[in-house]
């Protein structure tokens, strides 16, 4: 009569031990080794890169840099969000995420589309408190190689609080289409 609750206490037990093994991240060999009918990561080699603008037209203005990616390879799925970074003549400045944005995955089929924005505050042309802009790299989610370049022809950005940090914010991808 005994074993009975410790038999299916140690079974609970090792049913949690089990789970806590595994914290839902993917890591590089994952996605590496994903399988292609359920949807591995994304490749920038496979899709086609377009973008579209509302420059800001002048300093302190907010602009919006939309990049649409379409998939002309198999099925895939982008987990998180592109890593983006304004180049400039004196080095590079990561662009970090929307403040409060949720990374969604979502799975490109084949034509499919998708889009993020880089949103921008333009700066004073030739001020110690902007950016001079002249690339735009961006890999994507679990990529560690194969960045994109865009070349960046809409001003300088501003910098936060004057400091080195870009006045600039990535979103998420976003669903294009049906």
């Not at 099925?75 to 890593?83: D, H, R, S, V």
């Not at 180049?87 to 590079?92: L, Q």
């Not at 662009?95 to 089929?109: D, F, Y």
């Given at each position: ?41 994304c ?22 840099v ?5 998939n ?14 304004l ?6 400045t ?30 004073e ?54």
């Open positions: 009569m005994r074993t009975l609750p410790l038999t299916l206490a140690a079974a609970l037990a090792a049913s949690l031990l089990l789970t806590a093994c595994d914290d839902g991240k993917t890591g590089a060999d994952d996605a590496k080794n994903a399988d292609p009918a359920n949807g591995s990561a490749a920038i080699g496979d899709l086609g890169v377009e973008v579209g603008a509302g420059a800001a037209p002048a300093a302190g203005d907010t602009g919006n939309t990049v649409t990616l379409t002309n390879g198999a099925q895939c799925t982008l987990k998180g969000f592109p890593a983006v970074d180049v400039a003549d004196g080095g590079t990561s662009v970090s995420p929307e403040q409060g944005a949720q990374a969604q995955p979502l799975t490109l089929v084949k034509g499919g589309t998708t889009s993020f924005t880089i949103t921008y505050v333009r700066g042309a030739g001020s110690a408190q902007s950016l001079p802009v002249r690339k735009v790299s961006f890999t994507l989610p679990g990529a560690t190689a194969d960045a994109h370049e865009l070349t960046w022809s809409y001003g300088e950005v501003a910098r936060k609080d004057g400091g080195g940090a870009a006045e600039a914010t990535v979103s998420g991808f976003e669903s294009s289409g049906d």
